[in-house]
């Protein structure tokens, strides 16, 4: 299993937005530090909390202080812009990080967003598969396109600037249904699964869950001649994640950010996404609930990687782990969580021929 990690990013409109772009970097820096393998930062236009317009922008900025970490774009919003300058910049930015960028894509989930855009939310899923294709062929076509659609229409386009690497890697998110992760499982991309999709909702049809992603991720890759082991070692699962000394404590640090971000997201109408059952209300989603039924990682790094390995039986496996990145708590805080999951939590999940050299290793050095 790989580790990364997911921004929003989540910056409340009392914080110094200025400061905030330059914290996000600095995270960047410190994930590589700590052997996280990528990072990804989304896109928002409205709702005062999700402060980056463009991630784009920020992920260039912050591949000149980086030299390995890949840099996704999670995601470029597809409804609400034009195909071939989104395949102009990504190309573009592909050859600014030496080939890390993980071109990520979706339709938009913002209701708020939707709403500036004046996007019918009908209109969001086919505008979002017309995008998809054209800029699929731009960036891997050596030919002129031409294309004739519903919402975009072009004759003879062509890129100045083609990926600097071959095989552009698409990555998909998915908030509502499970077509983006059939779609990822059919063409072998990268699927991404948001942080608050429930892992099992018992059936409820109205909030697909991390196994319906599943299944719809792996169905789809044998209908289309593909190895749906591949599909999910492709899949990349978001979740809320906090490390210290112990759950108790955990809870106690970050009680107070939390209710300030689930104000904000349940106010968005996102409570619907992460229910259980019919007739659950809104004000049953308390923290104590969604620690334990989405579930989320929380308390100490024993605890953390007794979680994940659930996590891993109720999905049966995927590829990569994605840490939400959070402002709940100061950033030496949020710092010291980071720190305590990449010394304690990640090595849990090393091949097994690694961690039998460490062990080797141990023991020369105890002289045992």
């Given amino acids: 299993m790989r580790f990364g990690l997911f921004a929003m990013p989540e910056h409340p409109p009392i914080e110094n937005w200025s400061l905030s772009y330059d914290r996000d970097i600095e995270e960047i820096v410190l994930a590589e530090k700590l052997g996280f393998s990528e990072f990804w930062i989304g896109e928002h236009h409205t709702g005062g909390y999700e402060n980056v317009p463009m991630p784009e922008l920020l992920l260039a900025k912050a591949s000149a202080l980086t030299s390995r970490i890949r840099l996704g774009t999670g995601v470029v919003n597809l409804p609400y812009q034009d195909p071939f ?28 967003d939707q709403a500036l855009f004046q996007l019918e939310r009908s209109e969001a899923a086919p505008r979002t598969t017309e995008a998809l294709e054209i800029i699929w062929e731009l960036l891997t076509s050596d030919e002129p396109v031409n294309y ?23 990555a998909i998110a998915g908030l509502t249904g499970t077509h983006n992760y059939a779609r990822c499982g059919a063409k072998g991309w990268k699927a991404l699964s948001v942080y608050f999709a429930p892992g099992d909702n018992n059936g409820y049809p109205n909030a697909p869950d991390l196994a319906a992603h599943a299944a719809a991720l792996t169905s789809a890759a044998e209908e289309n001649g593909l190895d749906p082991e591949v599909a999910r070692q492709n899949w990349r699962i978001t ?34 996404l992460m229910k259980k059952g019919e007739g659950m209300d809104d004000a049953e989603l308390t923290f104590e609930w969604m620690v334990e039924e989405i579930p989320w990682i929380i308390g100490s790094p024993e605890d953390c990687t007794r979680q994940i390995r659930e996590l891993e039986e109720v999905t049966g ?12 708590v100061t950033t030496d805080k949020w710092n010291r969580s980071l720190e305590l999951f990449a010394r304690y939590v990640t090595p849990q999940f090393t091949p097994r021929e690694n961690m039998a050299r460490r062990n080797k290793l141990a023991r020369v050095a105890l002289g045992v």
């Fill in 317 to 328: 496996g995927f590829g990569t782990f994605l840490i939400n990145s959070r402002d709940w």
């Fill in 239 to 272: 979740r809320e994640v906090y490390v210290s000394d112990s759950k108790d404590q955990a809870m106690k640090e970050i009680r107070a950010g939390v209710h300030r971000s689930y104000e904000y997201l349940l106010g968005l109408g996102l409570g619907a």
């Fill in 148 to 170: 004739e659609g519903v919402y975009w229409k072009y004759e003879n386009r062509q890129l100045q600037v083609g990926p600097y690497q071959e095989v552009p890697p698409f």
């Fill in 85 to 112: 300058q989104v395949a102009e910049r990504l190309a573009f930015l592909d050859h600014l990080t030496h080939g890390r960028l993980e071109y990520g894509f979706g339709g938009g989930g913002l209701p708020t």
